[in-house]
């Protein structure tokens, strides 16, 4: 803009200064009329009193159309005023001064408003003309510049920057401007936020600074020369949607989407500016990624797996029911179970593809599936030409489809058919020993009743007439019978604990154990003993077996006491979340989740903790039928008690010092154990 003022005013000064050379010119105000007159520039020559005495062609045009003087025709003469009412007086102090002092002034860009209101800009210079260069001016030489189009454009651009400014500063997005070198001229606060740094930090540093990192969409890094912006002023035209990384100071990158738009002045080839808009995609671009990493994941399992996996969409008819699936996905291992590959079945309907599934049911499982959202589980036989599979099917449902997961059990299958024949096989001869032992135990009591009858005959008649090694073969042979009917009856309650059994209940074992040592008080009063009983809790179990087993611990911490020091047995329990650990190692039930740990121990003799296994032995005995009596059986019937429970039980003992007693109990159990459990055996006895 300098420099056109420049030239403008070098252009007019050059004009009057060739008017100057001409001293006739000078003296002489009717030649400085018409050389005013034949002045291509915009020109008038005005006296002091501000009369207009004569304009250029130019001036007619632009000031008064209606009245154009010539050089040989001149016009009326008129006051400068009159055609420009100058209401602040700023033109008229101009040419008062000029005239005063004789010196030349110019300025730019000042208002010139004619009487109909109309407003010229102009750039302008007034000098002082005279007739005797002795003397004070006569008037004043005004030399235009009209410079009103430049000034409203001026005001038109302020105006819409204006509005941009407003306009940028509204917007979510960021906005910058750069210039055709490539410096940032402005920005808007959310460009601020998004790039991580204050307008100082942007405004005024250019695309390829070296505080300007970028990356592109894979996250390699982009070069400068590569950044949408100035590729389009590069370009000449707009880079939409372009997807970048940039790094703030000291920042992870931001991810925005640009839009560059390179700006022309009318006429013009080369771009002024590149305006730059972009928001911040980083949450969507990190969600991407996210999601991309997750296909992946699924990608791998889906070809890793060793199970089949397909995935169905629903196929609607107009009412909207399901009438068949349209299968969308396989995987490698669904292609080698169904002996087909992906492009033979992906995007083809099962209902023809895979009848077979139809004729198992699947379809309507299918179905249910989509319809209710619950999963479905079964296990399903495939009949193929040459073999026979078994598969467990699982389906969950997905957005308006299934997904279908196919596991190959035909060996679990197999496995488990023959794990369950030869369980029913054993069970066969488990019952038939049982039923034999049982058999035996009963019929061996009536040969024994009458060997006891007739010896006790014997001994009553013929007592006196027997010599003393007589009766004491006569008195062993009582003894022997009497400890085989304990035998037996031990027999009988170790069989009867399956063939007999009742059905589980809630059972108060503190209850139980207070009739225990009722039964006892007699044993307890003959060794002067003590059984403590807690607080014990109640769990489900059968009360006859319960009973059973605390008789027989408890009798056991009475009979092996040391010599000369008084037994105590001692009885508590504590409640507590099942074994884990126990339970994957069989010892207790799969479906305890809380589990009784009731404890039995003793200040007896104890025994070595290597026995502490044998001794749940049947008829196992670490002690001489002469120093503790028994027959062996009764430790072997407390176990067979506590597994028909789903329970365990060990023993902890020191010689000298005593055994404790480890009993767990499930606290409750499902429907279908206890039921289970629960089926009473067939009591063959009389007695």
């Given at each position: 803009?300098?420099?056109?003022?420049?030239s403008?005013w070098?252009?007019?000064?050059?004009?009057?200064?060739?008017?100057?050379?001409?001293?006739?010119?000078?003296?002489?105000?009717?030649?400085l009329?018409?050389?005013?007159?034949?002045?291509?520039?915009?020109?008038?020559?005005?006296?002091?009193?501000?009369?207009?005495?004569?304009?250029?062609e130019?001036?007619?045009?632009?000031?008064?159309?209606?009245?154009?003087?010539?050089?040989?025709?001149?016009?009326?003469?008129?006051?400068?005023?009159?055609?420009?009412?100058?209401?602040?007086?700023?033109?008229?102090?101009?040419?008062?001064?000029?005239?005063?002092?004789?010196?030349?002034?110019?300025?730019?860009?000042?208002?010139?408003?004619?009487?109909?209101?109309?407003?010229?800009?102009?750039?302008?210079?007034?000098?002082?003309?005279r007739?005797?260069?002795?003397?004070?001016?006569?008037g004043?030489?005004?030399?235009?510049?009209?410079?009103?189009?430049?000034?409203?454009?001026q005001?038109?651009?302020?105006?819409?920057?204006?509005?941009?400014?407003?306009?940028?500063?509204?917007?979510?997005?960021g906005?910058?401007?750069?210039?055709?070198?490539?410096?940032f001229?402005?920005?808007?606060?959310p460009?601020?936020?998004?790039?991580?740094?204050?307008?100082?930090?942007?405004?005024?540093?250019?695309?390829?600074?070296?505080?300007?990192?970028?990356?592109?969409?894979?996250?390699?890094p982009?070069?400068?020369?590569?950044?949408?912006?100035?590729?389009?002023?590069?370009?000449?035209?707009?880079?939409?949607?372009?997807?970048?990384?940039?790094?703030?100071?000291?920042?992870?990158?931001?991810?925005i989407?640009?839009?560059?738009?390179?700006?022309?002045?009318?006429?013009?080839?080369?771009?002024?500016?590149?305006?730059?808009?972009?928001?911040?995609?980083?949450?969507?671009?990190?969600?991407?990624?996210?999601?991309?990493?997750?296909?992946?994941?699924?990608?791998?399992?889906?070809?890793?797996?060793?199970?089949?996996?397909?995935?169905?969409?629903?196929v609607?008819?107009?009412?909207?029911a399901?009438?068949d699936?349209?299968?969308e996905?396989?995987?490698?291992?669904?292609?080698?179970?169904?002996?087909?590959?992906?492009?033979?079945?992906?995007?083809?309907?099962?209902?023809?593809?895979?009848?077979?599934?139809?004729?198992?049911?699947?379809?309507?499982?299918?179905?249910e599936?989509?319809?209710?959202?619950?999963?479905?589980?079964?296990?399903?036989?495939?009949?193929?030409?040459?073999?026979t599979?078994?598969?467990q099917?699982?389906?969950?449902?997905?957005?308006?489809?299934?997904?279908?997961?196919?596991?190959?059990?035909?060996?679990?299958?197999?496995?488990?058919?023959?794990?369950?024949a030869a369980?029913?096989?054993?069970?066969?001869?488990?019952?038939?020993?049982?039923d034999?032992?049982?058999?035996?135990?009963?019929?061996l009591?009536?040969?024994?009743?009458?060997i006891?009858?007739?010896?006790?005959?014997?001994?009553?008649?013929?007592?006196?007439?027997?010599?003393?090694?007589?009766?004491?073969y006569?008195?062993?042979?009582?003894?022997?019978?009497?400890?085989?009917?304990?035998?037996?009856?031990?027999?009988?309650?170790?069989?009867?604990?399956?063939?007999?059994?009742?059905?589980?209940?809630?059972?108060?074992?503190?209850?139980?154990?207070?009739?225990?040592?009722?039964?006892?008080?007699?044993?307890?009063?003959?060794?002067?003993?003590?059984?403590?009983?807690?607080?014990?809790?109640?769990?489900?179990?059968?009360?006859?077996?319960?009973?059973?087993?605390?008789?027989?611990?408890?009798?056991?911490?009475l009979?092996?006491?040391?010599?000369?020091?008084?037994?105590?047995?001692?009885?508590?329990?504590?409640?507590?979340?099942?074994?884990?650990?126990?339970?994957?190692?069989?010892?207790?039930?799969?479906?305890?989740?809380?589990?009784?740990?009731?404890?039995?121990?003793?200040?007896?003799?104890?025994?070595?903790?290597?026995?502490?296994?044998?001794?749940?032995?049947?008829?196992?005995?670490?002690?001489?039928?002469?120093?503790?009596?028994?027959?062996?059986?009764?430790?072997?019937?407390?176990?067979?008690?506590?597994?028909?429970h789903?329970?365990?039980i060990?023993?902890?003992?020191?010689?000298?010092?005593?055994?404790?007693?480890t009993?767990l109990?499930?606290?409750?159990?499902?429907?279908?154990?206890?039921?289970?459990?629960?089926?009473?055996?067939?009591?063959?006895?009389?007695?």
């Amino acid at each position: 803009m300098h420099r056109l003022r420049t030239s403008t005013w070098t252009g007019m000064s050059d004009e009057m200064s060739a008017h100057r050379t001409k001293a006739d010119l000078v003296e002489d105000p009717a030649a400085l009329q018409r050389f005013v007159a034949t002045v291509p520039s915009l020109i008038g020559m005005l006296d002091a009193d501000g009369t207009v005495l004569a304009h250029s062609e130019r001036w007619s045009d632009l000031f008064e159309p209606d009245a154009a003087p010539d050089a040989d025709a001149p016009s009326a003469q008129h006051s400068f005023f009159d055609l420009f009412p100058d209401p602040d007086g700023t033109w008229a102090d101009t040419f008062a001064a000029c005239l005063a002092d004789g010196e030349t002034r110019r300025g730019y860009v000042r208002s010139l408003t004619r009487a109909n209101g109309t407003t010229h800009w102009v750039d302008w210079e007034v000098r002082p003309w005279r007739t005797n260069g002795d003397v004070g001016a006569d008037g004043v030489l005004l030399y235009l510049t009209d410079r009103t189009g430049q000034h409203r454009a001026q005001v038109m651009r302020r105006q819409v920057e204006q509005r941009f400014d407003a306009l940028i500063d509204t917007i979510s997005e960021g906005v910058l401007l750069m210039d055709n070198r490539g410096v940032f001229r402005d920005c808007n606060e959310p460009a601020q936020e998004i790039l991580g740094r204050p307008i100082s930090d942007i405004v005024g540093t250019r695309y390829d600074d070296d505080t300007w990192n970028g990356l592109r969409e894979d996250g390699s890094p982009m070069p400068s020369g590569e950044f949408p912006f100035w590729r389009a002023h590069v370009e000449r035209e707009t880079v939409p949607d372009e997807v970048m990384g940039i790094y703030p100071p000291e920042a992870p990158p931001r991810w925005i989407r640009v839009n560059a738009e390179p700006l022309f002045h009318e006429g013009k080839d080369e771009p002024y500016a590149v305006l730059v808009c972009f928001d911040d995609i980083t949450d969507e671009k990190l969600k991407e990624e996210a999601l991309q990493t997750s296909r992946d994941l699924l990608s791998s399992v889906l070809s890793s797996s060793l199970d089949g996996i397909t995935v169905l969409s629903a196929v609607r008819n107009d009412a909207g029911a399901i009438v068949d699936f349209e299968c969308e996905l396989v995987n490698p291992q669904a292609e080698k179970m169904l002996g087909t590959t992906a492009e033979e079945v992906i995007g083809h309907r099962l209902r023809r593809i895979m009848p077979e599934q139809e004729e198992k049911g699947l379809f309507e499982a299918y179905r249910e599936v989509v319809e209710t959202g619950e999963p479905f589980e079964d296990e399903v036989q495939f009949e193929g030409d040459d073999e026979t599979a078994w598969f467990q099917v699982m389906a969950v449902s997905v957005d308006d489809g299934v997904a279908v997961t196919f596991r190959d059990i035909s060996e679990r299958k197999e496995a488990t058919q023959a794990m369950a024949a030869a369980n029913a096989k054993l069970e066969r001869r488990n019952r038939a020993l049982r039923d034999f032992a049982y058999i035996a135990s009963h019929d061996l009591r009536e040969p024994l009743r009458k060997i006891r009858s007739f010896s006790n005959l014997v001994l009553d008649d013929y007592g006196e007439a027997m010599d003393e090694t007589g009766a004491d073969y006569l008195g062993r042979m009582q003894d022997a019978a009497e400890r085989m009917t304990q035998l037996i009856n031990d027999l009988l309650i170790y069989s009867r604990i399956t063939t007999q059994a009742q059905p589980f209940e809630p059972v108060d074992l503190t209850e139980v154990a207070e009739n225990v040592r009722r039964d006892l008080d007699l044993q307890i009063a003959d060794v002067d003993g003590t059984v403590d009983i807690g607080d014990l809790p109640t769990v489900e179990a059968d009360p006859t077996q319960i009973r059973q087993l605390l008789q027989n611990l408890i009798g056991n911490g009475l009979k092996f006491h040391k010599p000369d020091v008084p037994p105590r047995v001692q009885v508590y329990a504590a409640v507590e979340p099942a074994s884990e650990e126990l339970q994957q190692s069989g010892r207790l039930s799969p479906s305890c989740t809380d589990m009784c740990r009731l404890t039995i121990a003793d200040n007896g003799i104890g025994f070595e903790e290597s026995h502490a296994d044998r001794i749940f032995s049947p008829f196992k005995r670490l002690h001489g039928r002469d120093e503790y009596e028994g027959t062996g059986m009764g430790l072997a019937i407390c176990q067979r008690i506590v597994e028909r429970h789903g329970g365990d039980i060990t023993a902890d003992s020191v010689p000298g010092e005593g055994t404790t007693f480890t009993v767990l109990l499930p606290v409750s159990r499902d429907s279908t154990e206890a039921s289970a459990e629960a089926v009473p055996g067939t009591d063959r006895t009389n007695s």
